[in-house]
């Protein structure tokens, strides 16, 4: 198996990475936190971000926090799946069981600056610049997040276009496929 995991804040883009390496080269895609959005709702409860959250928390604390790593990794070998693309680890212990299971494992920090970030925001989100980069707070204290950033391997800014970034991610690929 060849797996890419895209980390960074929220709304940089790293679905969009991840869709383009879908769509482009193949790639399977497991979203990290539709585990905890799975047991959101076998229990009933709504699927917020504040509740994935939570829940993920919880997962954490019971089975240790690689939970949702190994989740989605068993996710991927079950499928028989080549070539996988994760997105959204937020912790370095999820870090190191990719690391520790996957020979050919990379993690790309997708980044883009606040201005960009908050623009792209959903109905989900904060609505104001405030209430959005409170979750860059949470996120980085709770899930040790900027030092997931910073164990990144590379690193594809998207601050412009989906075309831009679809470019920078092929330049990414053809240097993978070199090496």
Not at 81 to 103: A, D, T
Not at 104 to 129: C, I, M, N
Request: proline residues 2%; aromatic residues 8%; charged residues 35%.
């Amino acid at each position: 198996m060849f797996a890419l995991a895209f980390t960074g804040l929220a709304r940089s883009g790293k679905d969009a990475a991840a869709d383009c390496l879908v769509e482009k080269y193949g790639y399977k895609k497991i979203v990290m936190s539709d585990v905890p959005a799975e047991l959101l709702k076998k229990e009933g409860l709504p699927d917020t971000k504040m509740n994935r959250s939570r829940m993920g928390k919880r997962l954490r604390g019971q089975f240790g926090d690689d939970i949702v790593a190994r989740r989605v990794f068993e996710k991927a070998v079950a499928g028989g799946w080549e070539k996988v693309v994760f997105v959204g680890p937020r912790s370095v212990s999820e870090i190191e069981f990719f690391r520790k299971s996957i020979p050919d494992f990379l993690l790309v920090a997708v980044g883009a600056d606040e201005a960009k970030r908050f623009s792209r925001r959903s109905d989900a989100d904060g609505q104001t610049k405030e209430k959005f980069l409170e979750r860059d707070a949470h996120d980085s204290t709770a899930f040790e997040l900027q030092k997931v950033i910073k164990m990144a391997d590379c690193a594809v800014s998207n601050n412009g276009t989906l075309e831009a970034l679809h470019k920078a991610l092929g330049k990414l690929m053809r240097g993978l496929e070199k090496a």
